[in-house]
């Protein structure tokens, strides 16, 4: 374990919640966003599947109910892209919000949607009026990070500076990079990005495990999404599962990388265990057991995936047990996948 920032407040958990009924408040396990000065909760609710760009629709009053009880959960972090169903995804972030003035909401900027075909923009003007834009959408000042840019896109300084700019004028509550490879996120710590995003997962720790000490050297505040390879490490698909070609998954694996995946969840079974039920559960505590990471970015599509997620985060640290943790990288190597 990388010893890190992490504030464990667990303050309270009813028995109704503990015992599988609906508590109407309860996740507050609250975390440092680096060296923002911002709390947040380890888990973070994250809208790209809520906004059906990603997994297909959503009806919006649904994908409203999520954020709804994310809140009614005690989440205090939002994750969202003015990309996101053109803007649709940050209002209902609005909405919803607006009776929780303390909530943060990190949008992510570079994505002109605008234009035919969508394109990526990350010239300080542009990022400046989307930053204005998504600030008046959201009804508050979001974190703004920089959305998939190019490591070159980041070092070049021109996006970033901007950002660190709207950061020091209050437009913003702070920045950072939502980083697509560990060569951006290195470009995004070497521009003293207050705020980290990378995709972490038991399966795909590429980004983030090379710059374990870079991260904690600068004190960045992590965000890690992707948490269940898509919704894999889950547990719950059948071997021949087909994606329906809306969904982004359809071209994500071919089908026998899916077949191969599938099998090397077994890795993931030993640590299962009395109070760590499902693989779905191992999969979110792996993330949450880095104190590394800030808050979990999770993608549910309905309440019940939302709640079951939030349940199995569990009771707070140890999140897994550590015998069983240090044993995963051989178990999954020994089943064709390498960290
Ligand atoms: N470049 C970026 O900045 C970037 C990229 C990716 C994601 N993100 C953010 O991170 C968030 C999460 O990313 P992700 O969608 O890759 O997350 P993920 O958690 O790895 O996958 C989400 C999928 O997992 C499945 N799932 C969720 N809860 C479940 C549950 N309780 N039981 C079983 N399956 C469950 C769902 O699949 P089904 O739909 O099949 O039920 C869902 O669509 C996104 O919403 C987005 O906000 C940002």
Request: proline share 4%; charged share 20%; with cysteine.
């Amino acid at each position: 374990m990388v010893p890190g920032a992490a504030i464990f407040a667990w303050e309270r958990t009813s028995a109704a919640w503990l015992h599988g009924g609906r508590a109407t408040s309860g996740l507050v396990r609250t975390r440092s966003l680096g060296k923002t000065g911002l709390e947040v909760t380890e888990l973070a609710l994250g809208t790209w599947g809520l906004s059906g760009d990603a997994y297909g629709p959503v009806a919006r009053e649904d994908a409203e109910k999520v954020v709804a009880r994310a809140v009614e959960l005690g989440v205090t972090l939002f994750e969202t892209s003015d990309a996101y169903g053109r803007g649709a995804a940050e209002e209902i972030l609005c909405a919803q919000l607006a009776a929780s003035p303390d909530a943060v909401v990190v949008t992510k900027l570079g994505t002109d949607r605008a234009s035919e075909p969508a394109r990526k923009r990350f010239d300080p003007a542009w990022l400046r009026e989307a930053a204005a834009r998504s600030a008046e959408r959201l009804g508050r000042a979001p974190v703004a990070l920089l959305h998939n840019p190019t490591a070159s896109a980041v070092s070049l300084g021109e996006a970033t500076g901007a950002l660190a700019e709207l950061a020091a004028s209050g437009t913003l509550r702070s920045w950072g990079v939502s980083a697509g490879d560990a060569d951006v996120a290195r470009a995004a710590l070497a521009a003293g990005a207050p705020v980290l995003e990378v995709a972490y997962n038991a399966f795909h720790v590429a980004d983030l495990h090379p710059l374990t000490a870079a991260i904690a050297e600068a004190g960045a505040g992590l965000l890690a999404r992707s948490v269940l390879a898509h919704g894999l490490l889950a547990g719950m698909w059948r071997i021949d599962r087909v994606f329906a070609e809306h969904d982004h998954r359809s071209q994500r694996w071919a089908k026998d990388e899916l077949r191969t995946r599938i099998m090397q969840l077994g890795a993931l079974r030993p640590l299962v265990s009395k109070d760590v039920l499902t693989l779905r559960a191992v999969a979110l505590r792996f993330v949450l057991a880095n104190d590394l990471v800030s808050s979990a970015v999770i993608g549910p599509r309905s309440v019940m995936q939302l709640e079951q997620l939030a349940r199995e985060a569990g009771k707070g640290p140890p999140y897994l047990l550590d015998a069983a943790l240090a044993r995963l990288p051989d178990d999954l190597e020994r089943l064709g996948l390498a960290w």
